[in-house]
């Protein structure tokens, strides 16, 4: 319980194991689990298609992020995959407008501020800033970049606003990530954080799954462009190795993807704890291709953090 908890596989494990015999104790808490998840996310999706609706009245361009718009476009259905809080992603120029719409229904500002200003709202080193509604316990993060500038991407070349598609979503239509832009960010998010959580690799095995006509050459020139391949391959290698999907025969070679692979392996199999800033970094700088993107990580990270801003 713990473990499947910690990589937000817990909703996955509880179905695998429903016409398995474990002990009934067991059995119970994975369904109370389960279920607690499934109304958490069905919560979560009304306030998702309220909030949508809102900013469409007032013509703020949005794009939901991960959460339950990712659960249903990837697994279609919410009760499959944890998710904890919304993610939007925004034009910079709107944050402060969201924040204002917001106000009236509760949200404030979460995220430690250097200075009681509204230009502090934008100046967080992951180009986001959070808001909560501590009543409902909820909470909203306000993205203006896919990742922080820090972090090179392939979304350093590729302007996903102007390949937006219609998906459905609880009875209506919402905008989102095409899934090349999809494959890219789960690969790029993923190798941010060295794939500590299973449930981050499961999310792009499934993405190839539900998308199998994905436009591979588009993919590969994405991240060719932005000189983040390895990003991208070592996504598709970790869900080949741990969870056993398809990949396709013509992906180019990288010796270093293969350690960097063994490295995620073995953390996962040895219930490793949360990974640490220290060995955090130098998985990142290994990953990296280019001495130019590993100065913009480190240069990045000169920044204080939101728990630094906290202490302060």
Not at 158 to 175: D, K, N, Y
Request: with cysteine; charged share 20%; hydrophobic share 45%.
């Amino acid at each position: 319980m713990r473990l499947s908890s910690a990589h937000a596989v817990t909703p996955m494990l509880y179905r695998a194991l429903r016409s398995v015999p474990i002990p009934q104790h067991a059995a119970e808490s994975f369904r109370s689990a389960f279920e607690q998840n499934t109304r958490w996310n069905l919560a979560l999706s009304a306030e998702l298609c309220r909030l949508a609706e809102l900013f469409e009245e007032h013509a703020i361009a949005f794009v939901p992020l991960k959460g339950p718009a990712l659960i249903q476009q990837l697994y279609g259905d919410l009760s499959r995959r944890c998710s904890s809080d919304l993610d939007w992603l925004v034009h910079r120029r709107d944050v402060l407008r969201v924040r204002d719409v917001l106000t009236p229904l509760g949200y404030r500002v979460g995220s430690p501020l250097h200075w009681p200003c509204d230009s502090a709202c934008l100046r967080d080193r992951e180009a986001e800033i959070s808001l909560v509604d501590e009543s409902r316990s909820l909470s909203v993060d306000l993205h203006w970049r896919i990742l922080p500038s820090y972090f090179a991407s392939a979304f350093d070349c590729e302007e996903v606003w102007q390949s937006l598609v219609s998906t459905a979503f609880c009875g209506r239509t919402i905008p989102g990530l095409c899934p090349e832009h999809l494959l890219n960010l789960l690969c790029a998010h993923g190798a941010k954080h060295a794939f500590a959580r299973v449930g981050w690799i499961c999310d792009i095995a499934s993405c190839l799954i539900a998308f199998p006509n994905l436009r591979w050459p588009e993919v590969l020139a994405a991240s060719a462009r932005a000189g983040t391949m390895r990003q991208l391959l070592l996504g598709l290698k970790i869900a080949e190795d741990l969870l056993g999907v398809a990949l396709p025969a013509t992906l180019p070679e990288d010796p270093a993807v293969e350690k960097l692979v063994t490295l995620v392996r073995n953390r996962v199999l040895a219930a490793a704890p949360p990974i640490s800033e220290s060995e955090l970094i130098p998985f990142c700088l290994r990953m990296f291709e280019s001495r130019r993107h590993r100065l913009r990580y480190l240069v990045g990270h000169l920044a204080p953090s939101r728990a630094e801003y906290q202490v302060l």
